[in-house]
């Protein structure tokens, strides 16, 4: 008998399983779990189950990049793919092509997926929505030029709202280039000034209006500096431009009714407002004509001649006061001026010298101490009357 190896074992059984027609491209049906997204290589792992039993599975990055969604656990799903073994382990598992939801289509599973993260970043959240502008005045469409909708779009702004600048901003609306041709028109829109955009189509298929499910469209819309209304042609379905627009409306007929009031309900509302302008108007002209009796009757009661004698004889008297203060404020200074005078007089080293004592000069020097002169030194002797020179002959110093 012959000694196999471990590797001859597994690669044996690897080759009967490919040979076996019954397990490759077949289609199984069970429950996802334990999966594992190895966003390195792009290979998805994961467990199908059912009640009973669990085989291990693996979708490699080529096959993967094409799913529309994300699977999860807890996924029902029918895949793609066949069965073999991995060598290096000895486990046989499944090689997975495709992965379809059971039940819900690929499509509603991926929006739904997207619908939920922008969400939770917040995209949808009413606390975002801003007020439409009352009476803008330029108005951004961003749709087809050849489509039913912006005619639509035209006649009815044309005649609610003729007094709007349209700005008509051509974007493709489906197809696979029509998520970024709407994204730009967008960005046209808000850089040429508007103050408001509409951004649609007319109705069509699930597939029609996917650019308007997209995950660049809906950030487009939320992150426009102006107020965007979503005016996607299906009444009952809401697109995820819907949710992250400021407001919503069923058709683009609709946005343009929503965008600017009729011309004759904003008549309606200037001839109601002139009505009140001329009704205070008049209560003014009523309350100005009342004041003036008024004041009439207190001119009657208080003439400007008895204010005039009033004034007058008010005047007099504080004049009166005014010479009797000034002429009483004169004297106390007088009085106060004579009595400094003669303190100062007799302060004054005049009347000191007229008593007998006299001030010794060297020069300009005062001489207040013998020692301060030596023998034959000029000196001046000043008097009470009159002055001499000298020259000094002896000095004695201390009494």
């Known amino acids: 008998m012959a000694v196999l190896t471990v590797t001859q074992i597994n690669r044996y059984i690897s080759f009967k399983l490919k040979e076996d027609r019954n397990i490759q491209s077949i289609m199984v049906q069970g429950e996802i779990s334990n999966f594992t997204n190895h966003y390195r290589t792009g290979h998805l792992y994961f467990t199908l189950k059912d009640g009973e039993s669990s085989i291990k599975a693996v979708m490699f990055a080529s096959a993967a990049s094409r799913l529309k969604f994300v699977p999860e656990d807890g996924m029902s799903v029918i895949i793609s793919g066949s069965v073999s073994v ?10 997975v092509n495709d992965i379809q939801p059971y039940g819900a289509g690929a499509e509603y599973i991926a929006i739904e997926q997207l619908k939920a993260k922008l969400a939770k970043e917040g995209i949808f959240d009413n606390a975002h929505k801003r007020q439409l502008p009352v009476m803008p005045s330029k108005i951004g469409v961003v749709t087809s030029k050849s489509g039913a909708a912006l005619r639509d779009v035209v006649n009815i702004l044309s005649r609610r709202y003729p007094i709007g600048e349209l700005l008509i901003v051509n974007a493709l609306v489906q197809g696979s280039s029509a998520a970024d041709s709407v994204c730009k028109g967008i960005m046209k829109a808000e850089l040429a000034g508007c103050d408001v955009i509409i951004v649609g189509r007319g109705g069509g298929s699930a597939e029609d209006l996917s650019a308007f499910n997209s995950e660049k469209v809906a950030r487009a819309v939320y ?35 929503l965008v600017a009031p009729s ?9 109601s407002l ?24 207190s001119i009657m009661r208080f003439s400007p001649e008895n204010r005039l004698k009033l004034s007058s004889e008010k005047l007099d008297a504080l004049e009166k006061r005014l010479q009797n203060s000034a002429s009483s404020s004169f004297e106390r200074r007088k009085s106060k001026l004579d009595q400094l005078i003669r303190t100062l007089d007799s302060l004054s080293p ?28 000029e000196i001046n002797v000043r008097f009470g009357n009159g002055e001499a020179s000298a020259v000094v002959k002896q000095i004695s110093v201390g009494r």
């Open 350 to 377: 005049l009347k000191v010298l007229s008593r007998g004592y006299s001030l010794v000069y060297s020069g300009q020097k005062l001489i207040n101490d013998a020692s301060m002169l030596k023998n034959d030194d």
């Open 274 to 297: 002139m009505n009140r302008a001329e009704n205070a108007a008049l209560k003014m002209i009523d309350d100005y004509t009342d004041r003036l009796v008024s004041l009439n009757s």
């Open 223 to 257: 992150n426009s500096n102006v107020p965007v209304i979503s005016a996607v042609g299906h009444e009952t379905d809401y697109s995820l431009t819907d949710l992250a627009a400021d407001m919503r409306a069923p058709t683009p007929s609709a946005a343009a009714e």
């Open 263 to 271: 011309v004759d309900i904003l008549s309606s509302r200037i001839d």
């Open 86 to 95: 991995f060598e290096r382990d000895g486990v046989y598992q499944l090689y």
